[in-house]
């Protein structure tokens, strides 16, 4: 999948911001389809074919909280969350639901634009990574790349968002190295990341504890530990295929 074809949903109850987002994306190649609640955004959605959504927090009916973790629990497209207030609350709640950005209302065009290409990349690297070689394994963890899948130590399936698959690729591809927030924002997103973009926090936040929820009960080293002041560092060996 490259840019120009990939099919976007905006889903906003002010039709006439979707309408300026909808055309501003469609001229830069974008194909975009519309909806005004949740509802439409279902009817769209079944009809597949979708690599994102630009969600709206606000919206009569069911919210787009509600909708964004229906997607995210049925392994749908990737979501970006729009919110009017800004709120930090619902960036955070947003992203911990599995959102893959977040923005506040109003938004550049050019940046939603720019936050949209970043996530079809993201995404499209993850679906890349498997010719490389296959299945990773790291302190009795398998991810399967295709499916931004982990299988745990325990047995259990592990579910991984995009910006967390960027995120642990990142830890994979340096392990047992100290990465600076600033460092991991480049591995994962590109050097167009912005530096004060503090969603990564919260990803990191997410990603570590799926991880510590499926490691061993037997192993108690902290799968991705903190240095205060420096970074992050993943705790593990790595075996790849290839390697």
Same mark, same amino acid.
């Given at each position: !999948?490259?840019?120009?074809?990939? @099919?976007?949903?905006?889903?906003?109850?002010?039709?006439?911001?979707?309408?300026?987002?909808?055309? *501003?994306?469609?001229?830069?190649?974008?194909?975009?389809?519309?909806?005004?609640?949740?509802?439409?955004?279902?009817?769209?959605?079944?009809?597949?074919?979708?690599?994102?959504?630009?969600?709206?927090? !606000?919206?009569?009916?069911?919210?787009?909280?509600?909708?964004?973790?229906?997607?995210?629990? $049925?392994?749908?497209? $990737?979501?970006?969350?729009?919110?009017?207030?800004?709120?930090?609350?619902?960036?955070?709640?947003?992203?911990?639901?599995?959102?893959?950005?977040?923005?506040?209302?109003?938004?550049?065009?050019?940046?939603?634009?720019?936050?949209?290409?970043?996530?079809?990349?993201?995404?499209?690297?993850?679906?890349?990574?498997?010719?490389?070689?296959?299945?990773?394994?790291?302190?009795?963890?398998?991810?399967?790349?295709?499916?931004?899948?982990?299988?745990?130590?325990?047995?259990?399936?592990?579910?991984?968002?995009?910006?967390?698959?960027?995120?642990?690729?990142?830890?994979?591809?340096?392990?047992?190295?100290?990465?600076?927030?600033?460092?991991?924002?480049?591995?994962?997103?590109?050097?167009?990341?912005?530096?004060?973009?503090?969603?990564?926090?919260?990803?990191?936040? @997410?990603?570590?504890?799926?991880?510590?929820?499926?490691?061993?009960?037997?192993?108690?080293?902290?799968?991705?530990?903190? *240095?205060?002041?420096?970074?992050?560092?993943?705790? $593990?060996?790595? !075996?790849?295929?290839?390697?």
């Amino acid at each position: !999948m490259s840019n120009a074809t990939a @099919r976007v949903l905006i889903v906003d109850d002010d039709a006439e911001l979707r309408a300026n987002v909808a055309t *501003y994306l469609q001229q830069h190649g974008l194909t975009v389809l519309q909806a005004g609640n949740a509802a439409e955004a279902d009817g769209a959605l079944s009809g597949g074919d979708i690599d994102i959504v630009v969600l709206d927090v !606000m919206m009569p009916g069911e919210d787009g909280l509600s909708l964004c973790r229906r997607i995210v629990d $049925a392994h749908g497209p $990737a979501v970006i969350m729009l919110s009017a207030m800004g709120d930090e609350v619902d960036r955070i709640v947003g992203l911990e639901l599995g959102a893959d950005d977040y923005l506040g209302k109003p938004c550049n065009p050019r940046e939603l634009l720019a936050r949209v290409k970043a996530v079809l990349r993201r995404h499209e690297e993850g679906e890349a990574r498997p010719r490389r070689g296959g299945q990773i394994s790291f302190r009795g963890f398998t991810l399967d790349a295709v499916r931004r899948r982990l299988r745990a130590p325990n047995g259990e399936t592990i579910l991984l968002t995009a910006g967390e698959f960027s995120l642990l690729s990142a830890f994979l591809e340096h392990p047992r190295q100290i990465l600076s927030r600033e460092k991991l924002l480049t591995l994962a997103r590109g050097p167009e990341a912005e530096v004060f973009d503090r969603s990564v926090d919260v990803q990191i936040s @997410r990603l570590r504890r799926k991880l510590q929820a499926g490691a061993a009960d037997s192993d108690p080293e902290e799968v991705i530990a903190t *240095y205060r002041g420096a970074g992050y560092l993943l705790n $593990a060996q790595v !075996m790849r295929p290839w390697a």
